[in-house]
C-alpha cells in the first residue's frame, strides 16, 4: 500500500518560496528599472531550483557528487543571501509604512510613502556581503584553524598532574578534506601545543572507513608524551549511507578501528586507562557514540567499572547530550568531559561578546566550556566539516585544556 503524500507542506513551502523571492526582486527593481531584470532573475532562481532538485536525485542514486556540491552551496548562498536581502528591506518597508501613517493622518486620502533609495542599496550591501562571507568561509575558512586555551581549576586534581595540559580535536571528517596541504598547517599547529595529552573525540570520516586513508601520514604524526586517544562519532558507525550488505558495513568499521590503531590513536571503547605520574593517577575513560538522536551506543557504567566514586576522571564522548543525559550528575564524579559533534554548526558569530549560531536551537551547550554541579564540560567546535564545505564565523577548533589545582 502507497504511502499518501501530503501536498499541504510542499505547497506552503513552494507559496513561500516565490512570496520572497519576488520581494526580493521587487527590491532589486528598486535599484535596477531595467525591464530584463525580472525574466533573467526568475530564469535564474527557477533553473537553480532545478538543478537542485536534480542534483539531489542524483545524489540519491549515485552518492554525492562535484555537481552536487556546486549545486546545492550555490542555492545555499543565493537563499541566505536572498533572506538577508528581504530581511533589511522589510526594515525599511516597515518603517517606511508607519511614516505613512504618521504622515497621513490628517490628510483626506493615504499614501504610502516611496521607498528610501539608499535603505535599499544598504539592504543590497547586506547581500553582498553575505554572499562574500560565504565565498570566504568556502575557500578559506574551513581551513582557518584557531587554538583555543582553557584553564580549569579542581580542588581534588592530584598534585603532580597541577599544569597537566590535553590538546583536544574532534570532528575530522576526513572525506571531506581536498586541500591536503592545509590539513597538514592544522596538523603542525597540533604539534606546536606540546601537550601532554592528546584525544580525539569522534567522527573520524563522513561514512567509510577509507576516507582517512590519504590522511594517515598526516594524522599519525601527531604524538604527546602520555599518548594519543580517541572515541567513535555517529558518522564513524557508517549508518548514513546504504551498503551492499550488513557484512560490509561490520567490516568498515573494523577498518575504521584499525585505522586508529595506524593513526597511533588508542580507540576507548567503553573502558578506561590509568594515567600516573609520579606516583599519582587520574583516568581517562571513553565511551562509543550516545546522543539523543544519534544513536545510544556507550556503557558509561562499564567504561567507568573499577574506577572509584572521586577518583578524578576525564571522559571523552562525542555528542555533548550526553553530558546532560548521564554525566553532569553522575554518582562517580567525572570532573571534566570532553565532547565534539555540533561544528557550531559550521556558522554563526562569535565576536564583540555575542555568541550564536542556529545550532543553539538543537543544543543547549555547543560550544566551549560550561561548569554546572562541580563538573566541567568541553565542546571542540570541529577540525573538518561535512554538508556545507566551508565554514563562517566558527572556524575549525584546536583546544587547549590546562589543568590547575585551586
Known amino acids: 500500500m502507497k504511502r499518501k503524500i501530503n501536498f499541504l507542506p510542499i505547497l506552503a513551502i513552494v507559496i513561500l518560496f516565490f512570496a520572497l523571492n519576488s520581494y526580493v526582486l521587487s527590491g532589486f527593481g528598486t535599484i535596477n528599472h531595467s525591464t530584463l531584470l525580472a525574466p533573467f532573475f526568475w530564469v535564474f532562481i527557477v533553473g537553480l531550483t532545478v538543478a537542485l532538485f536534480f542534483a539531489i536525485s542524483q545524489m540519491r542514486a549515485n552518492g554525492m557528487s562535484k555537481f552536487f556540491q556546486i549545486v546545492t552551496h550555490a542555492f545555499l548562498i543565493v537563499f541566505t543571501a536572498e533572506v ?70 579542581f580542588d581534588d586534581l592530584p598534585h603532580n598532574f597541577d599544569g597537566f595540559t590535553i590538546t583536544q580535536i574532534s570532528d575530522v571528517h576526513a572525506g571531506s578534506f581536498t586541500k591536503p596541504k592545509e590539513v597538514q598547517k592544522g596538523i603542525d599547529l597540533i604539534n606546536a601545543q606540546k601537550s601532554d595529552l592528546f584525544v580525539f573525540t569522534g567522527d573520524l570520516v ?101 574506577t572509584s566514586v572521586n577518583d578524578f576522571k576525564v571522559l571523552l564522548s562525542h555528542d555533548p547530550s550526553h553530558w546532560d543525559a548521564q554525566v553532569k550528575n553522575n554518582p562517580s564524579k567525572i570532573q571534566l568531559a570532553l565532547a565534539g559533534h555540533t561544528h557550531g554548526m559550521q556558522f554563526g558569530i562569535e565576536a564583540f561578546g555575542i555568541k550564536w549560531s542556529p545550532v543553539k536551537y538543537r543544543y543547549k551547550h555547543w560550544a566551549g566550556v560550561k561548569v554546572e554541579n562541580g563538573r566541567y564540560l568541553n565542546v571542540n567546535r570541529g577540525f573538518g566539516f561535512i554538508g556545507f564545505s566551508g565554514r563562517i564565523g566558527i572556524w575549525p577548533e584546536i583546544t587547549v585544556i590546562e589543568l590547575k589545582r585551586k
Open 206 to 306: 563522513n561514512n567509510a572507513a577509507s576516507e582517512i586513508v590519504p590522511y594517515i601520514g598526516h594524522f599519525s604524526q601527531i604524538k604527546a608524551p602520555f599518548g594519543q586517544f580517541s572515541v567513535l562519532g555517529n558518522h564513524d558507525y557508517g549508518d548514513y549511507i546504504k551498503w551492499p550488505t550488513e557484512a560490509d558495513k561490520i567490516k568498515n568499521l573494523q577498518q575504521l578501528k584499525n585505522h586508529h590503531a595506524e593513526l597511533g590513536f588508542r580507540l576507548l571503547l567503553d573502558e578506561h586507562v590509568e594515567l600516573t605520574k609520579n606516583g599519582e593517577k587520574i583516568f581517562l575513560a571513553g565511551i562509543e557514540n550516545w546522543g539523543l538522536g544519534f544513536g545510544e551506543r556507550g556503557d558509561l557504567n562499564k567504561a567507568l567499572a573499577g
Open 84 to 153: 538577508v536581502f528581504a530581511f533589511f528591506l522589510l526594515l525599511g518597508d516597515l518603517f517606511r509604512f508607519i511614516l505613512s501613517i504618521s504622515t497621513n493622518f490628517q490628510a483626506d486620502g493615504f499614501q504610502i510613502l516611496g521607498r528610501s533609495l539608499y535603505w535599499v542599496d544598504f539592504a543590497f550591501v547586506m547581500f553582498c556581503v553575505t554572499v562574500i562571507l560565504f565565498i570566504f568561509g568556502i575557500i578559506r575558512g574551513k581551513y582557518a584553524y584557531r587554538v583555543i586555551k582553557h584553564t580549569l581549576y
